[in-house]
T-cell receptor, first 116, second 111 residues
Framework: EAGVVQSPRYKIIEKKQPVAFWCNPI?????LYWYLQNLGQGPELLIR????????DSQLPKDRFSAERLKGVDSTLKIQPAELGDSAVYLC??????????????FGPGTRLLVL | DAKTTQPNSMESNEEEPVHLPCNHS???????IHWYRQLPSQGPEYVIH???SNVNNRMASLAIAEDRKSSTLILHRATLRDAAVYYC????????????FGKGTKLSVIP
């Protein structure tokens, strides 16, 4: 079975440019997460979806970040405009969404963003 | 929020057992203890989780203290592929999905 798929794997852009990341979760997983990971740190949650609804976006910087999960499957995370401090790895994860508190999250390989 | 404390780094010789400690003195009764690991240039992967009793799976064992204020992840025979950052995480109660990652323990395996 395929795992969580993310693209692109790497992205280099100049500051003030827009950028988008795509995630395809594991088939049948209702819950989808976007995380941000800075160098030497653990991942930090940006947003969580239950099907197509964003149920926790409290950590998403809404002035420049946006996300969508149309039809409750694939998801896109966008940054516009990008800033130098946005250079990081953006991770997508998914889970079944049935076992609260003991949910296993399955992570993709991440997209490494470098803003110049 | 309940937090965890882990050593920044540990070393192990290949083919020897590894015991990775985690302290979580403010854990509440409904918090699950999760362990994930992250290999270089990859996303985190699930290792094991538990609530009160010790747990075993094909990857590792989880030993939970009787008072639940600490736990230990046990890798029975370390291999070079086990070199990774290991995260001990509490999920905040049965109603929460959130996993809050700390900095974890960087495990180095010496051939």
């Amino acid at each position: 079975e395929a795992g969580v798929v993310q693209s692109p794997r790497y992205k280099i852009i100049e500051k003030k440019q827009p950028v988008a990341f795509w995630c395809n979760p594991i088939s049948g997983h209702n819950t989808l997460y976007w995380y941000l990971q800075n160098l030497g740190q653990g991942p930090e949650l940006l947003i969580r979806y239950e099907n197509e609804e964003a149920v926790d976006d409290s950590q998403l910087p809404k002035d420049r970040f946006s996300a969508e999960r149309l039809k409750g499957v694939d998801s896109t995370l966008k940054i516009q405009p990008a800033e130098l401090g946005d250079s990081a790895v953006y991770l997508c994860a998914s889970s079944l969404g049935a076992g609260k508190g003991q949910e296993t999250q399955y992570f993709g390989p991440g997209t490494r963003l470098l803003v110049l | 929020d309940a937090k965890t404390t882990q050593p920044n780094s540990m070393e192990s010789n290949e083919e020897e057992p590894v015991h990775l400690p985690c302290n979580h003195s403010t854990i509440s009764g409904t918090d699950y203890i999760h362990w994930y690991r992250q290999l270089p240039s990859q996303g985190p992967e699930y290792v094991i989780h538990g609530l009160t009793s010790n747990v075993n799976n094909r990857m590792a064992s989880l030993a939970i203290a009787e008072d639940r204020k600490s736990s230990t992840l046990i890798l029975h025979r370390a291999t070079l592929r086990d070199a990774a950052v290991y995260y001990c995480i509490l999920s905040y109660g049965a109603g929460s999905y959130q996993l809050t990652f700390g900095k974890g323990t960087k495990l180095s395996v010496i051939p």
